[in-house]
C-alpha cells in the first residue's frame, strides 16, 4: 500500500508494520444511495479539522456511577473483547492517501463541553406537556360536541381528552373546507388534526362511492401508522367507513381484491404504489369521487424524488373545477422552496398555519440536543459507547439512524456480537416489507432495546417512550435531522438527541443547525478505548458481504458530499478504503465497472474493479 495513492486492490491491507483486522483496528460504518436528497438544505462549506473531542471528566465521572450501580464496564458479559488500544491516537481529518486518519487534529474547547449528568437533570426538571401555548386556554375534545362542531360519533373515535395546539388551530379551517398548510412540531398530533375534521366532514356530507379522502404518505410504515389511527376513529362505525392502506413492496393484485370487496372510503398510499395503482389498476375511477386530498409529511413528498410521482398522481385525480375537492398539507418542516411549490396541489386561496411562531426553536426546547465529534474510524466504537452510558442510566430504548441500508445493517450485525443485553432491530429499505412491518410492531411493544434504522422510520413513525435518538453520519438535510430528532419526546415525553459527526462532517452542525442550541458533548476516553477494541472484535464475526456493500453504499451516498468536504473524489476513495480496513476487509472492497460508473468515479485511483461481484454481494 502506497502512502501516496492509497490501498491497491487487490493487496492486503495489512503491510509492514500496519495493523491486521482485530489487532488495533477501529471501524466506522458508512453510507450509501439515499433517495433524493435536498439540494436547497445542504450545508456550505467548510469546518473540516477539528479531531476527538477531549474527554470530559463530568460525563466520566456519570460512567464511573453507572459502574458503581452496575459493574464494572470493563471486562462485564454486555461487552466482548479483550484488546486494548487508544482509540483516539489516530486522531482524524481528512483522509490520507494511505487510508490513515490524521493525527492530534485539534479537539473542540472544553469550554463547550457540557456535563452529562447536570444536562439531564436539567432537562427533566423542564417538562413540557405537548405542544401547548401556555397563553391560549386548551380546548377538551367534548367541547367541540356542545359547540356544534363536531359530531358525537367521530368524538367517540377520539381517546384523548385535550386538543394539542395543531388540532385546535387548523379545526375550523379543516371544517370549513379550505385548503391547509399546517405546520407544527414533530409529535403533536398532526394525524388527529388532520383525520378528525375529514373524518367528521366525511359524516357530515355524506359519503361517496369509491374513495373520498386520499392520504399520501412518504413511507410504508407511517402509511400503516395513518391507517390504522383512521381505523381507531372510525372503529365504533362496525365497518361503515372503510380504510385501506397501498404500499409498495406488497402484492398488487392483493391490494385491488381488497378494494374490491371491500369498503375504501379512507384510501393510505405511497406514491410510487398509488401512481401504480392509478395508471395499471381502476384507482382512477374509484378516485371520481374524491373529497379529500392529505399530504402528511408535505415537504418530503415535494421534494425532487417523490414529487414527480406526486405530479402524475395528481394528473389522474377529477378535475377540481367538476369534482371540488380540499388539500391539506402537513408537515413539522416547511422550507420556503416547498412552500413555494406548494400551490402545486392547493388552492390559491389556502391557508397556512403554523404553531411554530418565527421565534421558536424549530424543535423542542426541552430535548436536550447533543453533537459528538468523533474522526470516521471511532464513529461506530463511539456510537456504541454512547449506547452503553445511556443503557446504564436506564434510557434503554434506543433508535440509531444511520445514513444507508447498508450501514444499518453493518451497524446492526455488530452490535449483535458486541451487547448481549440489549435486543437489536434493523430496519431499512433492503429488508422485505412484511419484516419491516414486524420490525416496527415489536419494536414499539418493547420496553428497551435498539432500532439501527435507515430513513424509513425517519418521520411520522410514533413509537412510545423512546428515551434517546442517536444520528450517526451525516443526515440527508437538516429537515431529516428534525424529523429524526422527531422520534424522541413526542407528546409532551422527555427525550434527548445525539448527533455524531466527523470532523469534516461538522459543517452540516455548525451551518444547518446554528438555532438548535447543540451541546458539545463527548465519551469519556476510557470507554471508548474499551469499546473499541469490543468494536474491532464484534466485526470479525460481521461477513464480508455486509462490509463490501457497506464500502460501496458509503461512496455512493458521501460522493455527493465532495464539495461540502473540500475532497478530491480521490481523496473519497482514499476514506472509504480506510474505513474497509478498519472494518477488517482483507482488500479493498471489489466493485462493478457499472457501479463505479454510475457513481462518477470512474478512473479514480483506489478502487477495486471486477468483472463480477462475489456470490450475494449485489
Ligand atoms: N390531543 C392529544 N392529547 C394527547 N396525546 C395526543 C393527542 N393527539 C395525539 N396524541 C398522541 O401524540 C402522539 C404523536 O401524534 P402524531 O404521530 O400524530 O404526531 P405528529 O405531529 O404527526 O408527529 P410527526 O411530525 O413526527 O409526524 C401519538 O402517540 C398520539 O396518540
Same mark, same amino acid.
Given at each position: ?425 434493523? !430496519?431499512? /429499505?433492503?429488508?422485505?416489507?412484511? %419484516?419491516?412491518?414486524? @420490525?416496527?410492531? =415489536?419494536?414499539?411493544? $418493547?420496553?428497551?432495546? +435498539? ?67 447543540? !451541546?458539545? /458533548?463527548?465519551?469519556?476516553?476510557? %470507554?471508548?478505548?474499551? @469499546?473499541?477494541? =469490543?468494536?474491532?472484535? $464484534?466485526?470479525?464475526? +460481521? ?76
Amino acid at each position: 500500500m502506497s502512502s501516496s495513492s492509497g490501498p491497491q486492490p487487490p493487496q492486503s491491507h495489512a503491510g509492514p508494520g500496519q495493523q491486521r483486522p482485530g489487532s488495533q483496528r477501529s471501524s466506522r460504518g458508512g453510507g450509501g444511495r439515499g433517495r433524493g436528497r435536498g439540494g436547497s438544505s445542504r450545508g456550505a462549506n467548510g469546518g473540516a479539522g477539528g479531531g476527538p473531542s477531549r474527554p470530559t471528566t463530568a460525563y466520566g465521572d456519570q460512567q464511573q456511577q453507572t459502574r458503581d450501580a452496575s459493574g464494572p464496564v470493563r471486562g462485564t458479559g454486555n461487552w466482548r473483547g479483550n484488546n486494548r488500544h487508544d482509540p483516539r491516537r489516530n486522531g482524524s481529518g481528512r483522509p490520507q492517501q494511505n487510508g490513515f486518519a490524521n493525527a492530534g487534529a485539534a479537539a473542540p474547547a472544553p469550554a463547550q463541553q457540557v456535563q452529562y449528568q447536570q444536562l439531564t437533570q436539567e432537562v427533566s426538571n423542564n417538562e413540557t406537556p405537548l405542544d401547548v401555548d401556555p397563553n391560549v386556554p386548551r380546548v377538551r375534545f367534548d367541547s367541540l360536541l356542545a359547540g356544534g362542531l363536531v359530531s358525537a360519533a367521530t368524538l367517540r373515535g377520539v381517546k384523548h381528552e385535550f386538543m394539542t395546539s395543531v388540532q385546535a388551530a387548523t379545526l375550523k379551517d379543516i371544517l370549513l373546507g379550505n385548503d391547509c398548510l399546517a405546520q407544527a412540531k414533530t409529535g403533536t398530533g398532526k394525524t388527529v388534526a388532520f383525520l378528525l375534521p375529514s373524518i367528521e366532514l366525511l359524516r357530515k356530507q355524506g359519503m361517496a362511492p369509491g374513495v373520498n379522502i386520499l392520504i399520501i404518505s412518504p413511507t410504508r410504515e407511517l402509511a400503516y401508522q395513518i391507517g390504522q389511527q383512521a381505523q381507531e376513529l372510525v372503529a365504533h362505525d362496525h365497518g361503515k367507513i372503510g380504510v385501506q392502506v397501498i404500499v409498495g413492496g406488497t402484492n398488487m393484485n392483493a391490494d385491488k381484491t381488497k378494494m374490491r370487496n371491500h369498503p375504501c372510503h379512507i384510501l393510505v398510499a405511497t406514491p410510487g404504489r398509488l401512481l401504480d395503482h392509478l395508471q395499471n389498476g381502476d384507482l382512477k375511477a374509484r378516485c371520481a369521487n374524491l373529497k379529500a386530498l392529505i399530504l402528511d409529511e408535505a415537504d418530503r413528498l415535494l421534494e425532487q424524488g417523490f414529487r414527480q410521482d406526486i405530479e402524475k398522481a395528481l394528473t389522474f385525480l377529477p378535475n377540481k373545477a367538476t369534482v371540488p375537492r380540499q388539500t391539506l398539507l402537513f408537515s413539522a418542516t416547511m422550507p420556503a422552496a416547498v412552500k413555494q411549490i406548494a400551490t402545486l396541489a392547493l388552492n390559491k386561496n389556502y391557508k397556512f398555519i403554523s404553531t411554530i411562531s418565527e421565534a421558536d426553536a424549530a424543535t423542542h426546547t426541552h430535548v436536550a440536543q447533543h453533537v459528538l465529534e468523533a474522526p470516521l474510524s471511532h464513529s461506530m466504537a463511539t456510537t456504541f459507547a454512547l449506547i452503553h452510558s445511556l443503557h446504564a442510566a436506564g434510557k434503554s430504548k434506543l433508535i440509531v439512524f444511520l445514513p444507508t441500508a447498508r450501514s444499518t445493517q453493518l451497524y446492526c450485525e455488530t452490535f449483535h456480537n458486541l451487547m448481549s443485553n440489549l435486543p437489536a432491530y434493523e !430496519i431499512h /429499505s433492503r429488508k422485505s416489507q412484511s %419484516t419491516r412491518t414486524k @420490525t416496527t410492531e =415489536a419494536f414499539k411493544s $418493547a420496553a428497551r432495546g +435498539v432500532l439501527f434504522s435507515s430513513d424509513v422510520t425517519a418521520r411520522g413513525i410514533d413509537i412510545p417512550d423512546i428515551s434517546a435518538v442517536i444520528q450517526t453520519g451525516l443526515p440527508m438535510n437538516r429537515e431529516q435531522y428534525i424529523h429524526r430528532l422527531g422520534r424522541t419526546a413526542r407528546a409532551g415525553k422527555q427525550g434527548e438527541g445525539y448527533l455524531i459527526l466527523t470532523p469534516y462532517e461538522m459543517f452540516f452542525a455548525d451551518r444547518k443547525l446554528t438555532d438548535m442550541n447543540l !451541546i458539545r /458533548s463527548a465519551v469519556p476516553n476510557d %470507554t471508548l478505548i474499551h @469499546t473499541q477494541t =469490543a468494536v474491532n472484535n $464484534a466485526l470479525q464475526h +460481521v461477513p464480508a458481504q455486509t462490509k463490501n456493500q457497506t464500502y460501496g453504499a458509503w461512496l455512493g451516498y458521501y460522493k455527493g458530499y465532495l464539495k461540502d468536504f473540500k475532497w478530491s473524489p480521490r481523496e473519497l476513495v482514499a476514506a472509504a478504503n480506510q474505513m474497509a480496513q478498519e472494518m477488517g476487509c482483507t482488500e479493498v472492497p471489489p466493485m462493478l465497472a457499472k457501479t463505479v460508473g454510475k457513481m462518477g468515479l470512474k478512473g479514480v485511483p483506489g478502487l477495486n474493479i471486477v468483472k463480477f461481484l462475489p456470490d450475494g454481494d449485489a
